[in-house]
């Protein structure tokens, strides 16, 4: 059993800044790479950010340059710090685990960025 614990979501305004994180518990080994997926309204999950087990990192094209995805191997945690966040960043933010090329689902987190 493996199992995705989500914090961090909420209510910012334009420019302002939030950070995610996704604890991780259970079945974890073998993981190939964690990261962040979003969904807005009426919209496709797309992803956001990952990293893999060798630390390399992966972002979307609209968020480089003002989102950082970290991990902490020892709290087996890993974060989405969000800067500059501009409204279209509205949506639910869900963590996201690949072990032995299974995908693991948090339950998401809202978040929020007003004009």
């Known amino acids: 059993q493996l199992q995705l614990v989500e914090s961090g979501g909420g209510l910012v305004q334009a420019g302002g800044s939030l950070r995610l994180s996704c604890a991780a518990s259970?079945?974890?080994?073998?993981?190939?790479?964690m990261g962040w997926y979003r969904q807005a309204p009426g919209k496709q999950r797309e992803m956001v950010a990952t990293?893999?087990?060798?630390?390399?990192?992966i972002y979307a094209d609209s968020v480089k340059g003002r989102f950082t995805i970290s991990r902490d191997n020892a709290k087996n945690t890993v974060y989405l710090q969000m800067n500059s966040l501009k409204p279209e960043a509205t949506a639910v933010y869900y963590c996201?685990?690949?072990?032995?090329?299974?995908?693991?689902w948090g339950q998401g987190t809202q978040v929020t960025v007003s004009s």
């Open positions: 259970g079945s974890i080994f073998n993981i190939n790479a």
């Open positions: 996201n685990l690949l072990r032995r090329w299974v995908a693991y």
């Open positions: 990293i893999t087990s060798g630390g390399s990192t």
